[in-house]
């Protein structure tokens, strides 16, 4: 069964950025893709980025040019980069692990897909 663990959120003001990691274990031998999706208070789930096993990267309009998504093939490990962080970035941060086919990111929306979320507060 596949894991992922999540770190390196927190709290930043805005123009300031912030590093997030998702180390996936277990069963991963099979992953196509993964991305990183955001969740705000009474706002619909938002998929910020995502990556996948080919290279192929895609980002949300409201994050391009700021954020990057990247990731260690060594260490099973994928980032978020976050730079000039806004307060409309504050939300609870999750890593998924998908499908990609169509020219789409497909999250697998099972239990084991998800990373348990880290906290990014943007604020002065």
């Known amino acids: 069964q596949v894991q992922l663990v999540e770190s390196g959120g927190g709290l930043v003001q805005p123009g300031g950025s912030l590093r997030l990691s998702c180390a996936a274990s277990?069963?991963?031998?099979?992953?196509?893709?993964m991305g990183w999706y955001r969740q705000a208070p009474g706002k619909q789930r938002e998929l910020v980025a995502y990556i996948t096993t080919g290279g192929t990267t895609n980002y949300a309009d409201s994050v391009k040019g700021r954020f990057t998504i990247s990731r260690d093939h060594a260490k099973n490990t994928v980032y978020l980069q976050m730079n000039s962080l806004k307060p409309e970035d504050t939300a609870v941060y999750y890593c998924n692990i998908g499908e990609y086919y169509s020219d789409n990111y497909y999250a697998l929306e099972e239990y084991p897909y998800w990373g348990q979320g880290t906290q990014v507060t943007v604020s002065s």
């Open positions: 277990g069963s991963i031998e099979s992953i196509d893709a």
